[in-house]
């Protein structure tokens, strides 16, 4: 079985700053990584996910993520955020050959402020 | 294109009612389907995996007679909340598994619906 750990419940940014929200995995198997947006009321938007080959993805609204293998990370970061991009980002995982089973992280609400 | 509405997107029911809840792919084919339940600032727990022709798949801990699922076409699952009382209120998302291979077999979510039990 796997789990996904997003320490930070809540991150506060100023407009034009640089984020990163965290994400940390544990699974006894590979696995394929995800980060999704969910703005209120609404589903859910993949930003970028990580199949395989290069560790530095990069998806959507200038999102990108690395993935650490040694430490089990895969960490979502911006270099200048947008008021637009308020919102909750979730970080999920599933195991290859698992049928695309996605176990989710508790969510980061991203809120920036001017 | 890789489109997936769900219907309604907010419905109000009474105790003891029963209510159904859509989830179509609008320009792909998925023979697996997801349901998820959101809780108020909480994660998406996975409910069940309905496959297409066959009985869906539940995880642990979710009553299958209460939460039916339908998965009668390549484009569409049903979710029928049986009997709901007012804890079964929740945000209810589904997602949809593009069968081509060609897809990575990524999954696509709905919009969500906001199931309000009184």
């Known amino acids: 079985a796997q789990s996904v750990t997003q320490l930070d419940s809540q991150v506060p940014v100023f407009e034009e700053a640089p984020v990163e929200l965290r994400c940390n995995y544990s699974?006894?198997?590979?696995?394929?990584l995800f980060w999704y947006v969910q703005y209120p009321n609404q589903g859910l938007q993949l930003l970028l996910k990580y199949l395989s080959g290069s560790t530095l993805v990069k998806g959507i609204n200038g999102f990108e993520a690395e993935f650490n293998k040694s430490q089990t990370s895969f960490h979502l970061r911006k270099p200048s955020v947008h008021i637009s991009d308020t919102a909750e980002y979730f970080c999920a995982v599933s195991e290859r050959g698992g049928g695309n089973k996605l176990t989710f992280g508790t969510g980061t609400q991203l809120k920036v402020e001017l | 294109g890789a489109v997936v509405s769900q219907h309604p997107s907010r419905v109000i029911c009474k105790s003891g009612t029963s209510v159904k809840i859509e989830c179509r792919s609008l320009d792909f084919q998925a023979t697996t389907m997801f349901w998820y339940r959101q809780f108020p600032k909480k994660s998406l727990m996975l409910m069940a995996t309905?496959?297409?022709?066959?009985?869906?798949?539940?995880e642990q801990g979710v009553e299958k007679d209460k939460f039916l699922i339908n998965h009668a076409s390549l484009t569409l699952s049903t979710l029928t909340v049986t009997s709901a009382h007012p804890e079964d209120s929740s945000f209810y998302i589904c997602s949809a598994r593009d069968s081509r291979p060609s897809s990575s077999y990524e999954q696509y979510f709905g919009p969500g619906t906001r199931l309000t039990v009184t």
């Open positions: 309905s496959n297409e022709g066959s009985k869906a798949t539940y």
């Open positions: 699974s006894s198997v590979s696995v394929y």
